[in-house]
């Protein structure tokens, strides 16, 4: 049920609230906010909104940079990190104009409300339910500099392989063994379980936490499916979560996807399904994986679109040091059942009807899940659109393990970008899909694109400590 903003109100009375807090989101999908006193909501704030500089966010706007905030009721939230009681709530950028004022198209809670517009506008569906996955290094120690003396960065957890000639009690996990390991050994557990009671509180409904491969301390959250829109929201607001109740615990969290050389990285799996009228779109009993004809055209239009998908899917550098053989991350454009090295893997456990669906492997949270989340939408109705089918065009289904297939079998493969350069080049090449209904503005991705372009250029200007250990005796 949609909140009022009464409900709001009364909502603020009744938890002595002090203070009503809003969160926004900048280019790079980071939260920023804004905070006033509780006693100066009201219904006007709810019109008039709160003004802030666009451009101090990263949107290169042609109009004039002074927008308005305006908070969405139903993301009303009670903020269990802030000593004084404050409610928070995120919404909508908006450009001032008379008589009204207009959505800001760049900004990324409008842009995945856009795709939902597409969606429905096409008649395919009505509402896409997404379940990301997750994965994250909980550490105890982080530390690293970048100077003219000193090129370094320094990790550490507790229950690492690496401890156990300093770990007192011997609770120590083996390298690339931590999976679903049980206490002793699983040091954060209870953090991970007030993790999950502070999103419970949020509105988000958790399936299970567990750690995950990695023995230096990863795990994973998976919530469960939901709503594209909240979903989006909810995305923010666990990430928001986890590093909080990291730091409550004395613990560093992070979703960089390679923070550390020889062990697993950390993906954002993107399973999703498409509803119509309360009925399953991606359903057939009679077809692959029980999958039907429009799920293979959405597949193949991810799987069409994949390389420029990566660039906002995986937007940093360090993303592209975890899509690498020899994990469990996707290096191969295809799809197949219950195969974690294609990037796209449908679940065998999925039997039910209304829950048959598939997973994008190659996300990292890095992204901004509002700009992600719509393009792998824009992509999915693209393939719909132009029946793109992903047999036809040879991306499966692989029921192998695609690591383990010779040379010859491998050359034929396609595979996805090595590097956020590469990825970029993909998306200055396609992106008629993302731009089509005006979902993604023009200016918006030359912007994004120009912005990743110069990360590119800095990183790869700055010397590696490995480096040292190829070249420095040379």
Same mark, same amino acid.
């Given at each position: 049920?949609?909140?009022s903003?009464?409900?709001i ?6 938890n002595?609230?002090k ?23 009201s219904?006007d704030?709810? *019109? ?47 450009i ?5 004022n ?12 856009a $795709? ?10 009505d ?25 370094g960065?320094?990790?550490? $957890? ?28 699983d ?10 009671? /502070?999103? *419970? ?8 936490? /567990?750690p995950e ?23 923010m ?6 590093h909080?109740?990291a ?14 050389y020889?062990e ?36 193949g ?7 420029s ?10 993303s ?55 393009a ?16 036809a ?11 383990h ?8 493969l ?9 990825a970029?080049?993909a ?15 023009k200016?918006?991705l ?9 990360e ?19």
């Amino acid at each position: 049920m949609s909140k009022s903003v009464n409900d709001i109100i009364a909502l603020i009375k009744e938890n002595d609230i002090k203070m009503v807090d809003f969160k926004m989101v900048d280019i790079n999908g980071q939260y920023r906010h804004v905070t006033i006193p509780a006693e100066n909501f009201s219904e006007d704030t709810m *019109k008039s909104g709160i003004g802030f500089d666009a451009s101090n966010y990263g949107y290169a706007v042609v109009e004039k940079s002074d927008m308005v905030f305006i908070p969405d009721p139903d993301t009303a939230v009670i903020d269990p990190f802030c000593e004084i009681p404050t409610l928070s709530m995120t919404g909508n950028a908006m450009i001032i104009e008379s008589p009204e004022n207009r959505p800001l198209a760049q900004y990324p809670r409008n842009i995945i409300k856009a $795709a939902v517009k597409a969606m429905q506008d096409s008649g395919v569906a009505d509402t896409m339910y997404i379940l990301p996955e997750f994965e994250f290094y909980l550490f105890d120690d982080v530390t690293w500099g970048v100077d003219g003396n000193y090129i370094g960065a320094s990790v550490d $957890a507790k229950q690492s392989y690496w401890n156990s000639t300093v770990e007192g009690h011997g609770v120590v996990v083996p390298k690339q063994k931590n999976y679903h390991i049980a206490k002793p050994f699983d040091i954060s557990y209870e953090c991970r379980s007030e993790m999950c009671m /502070h999103m *419970k509180d949020a509105g988000i409904e958790i399936n299970y936490h /567990h750690p995950e491969v990695a023995a230096s301390g990863q795990f994973e959250i998976e919530p469960q499916l939901g709503e594209v829109v909240h979903m989006a929201d909810a995305t923010m607001m666990i990430k928001y979560i986890i590093h909080n109740t990291a730091l409550k615990y004395g613990k560093s969290a992070t979703f960089m996807p390679k923070p550390i050389y020889g062990e697993a990285g950390s993906g954002m799996h993107v399973h999703m399904l498409l509803m119509k009228d309360g009925k399953p779109v991606f359903s057939d009993d009679n077809g692959y994986a029980h999958l039907s004809e429009t799920a293979h055209y959405f597949m193949g239009g991810l799987l069409k679109h994949i390389a420029s998908i990566c660039a906002i899917a995986n937007p940093s550098t360090n993303s592209f040091k975890r899509l690498v053989p020899g994990f469990e991350a996707p290096v191969t454009v295809g799809y197949a059942t219950s195969n974690r090295s294609a990037v796209i893997r449908i679940p065998a456990y999925a039997k039910s009807p209304e829950k048959r669906r598939f997973e994008l492997r190659n996300p990292d949270a890095t992204c901004n899940p509002y700009f992600c989340y719509a393009a792998i939408l824009m992509a999915g109705l693209d393939g719909i659109k132009n029946k793109i089918d992903p047999h036809a065009n040879g991306w499966g289904p692989y029921d192998v393990n695609l690591y383990h297939l010779s040379d010859e079998e491998k050359a034929k493969l396609h595979h996805l970008p090595t590097s956020l350069d590469e990825a970029l080049d993909a998306l200055e090449a396609d992106n008629d899909y993302l731009t089509a209904d005006g979902v993604f503005p023009k200016e918006l991705l030359a912007n994004f694109i120009k912005a990743k372009r110069e990360e590119c250029r800095q990183l790869a200007a700055i010397p590696h400590p490995a480096e040292f250990d190829k070249y420095y005796n040379l």
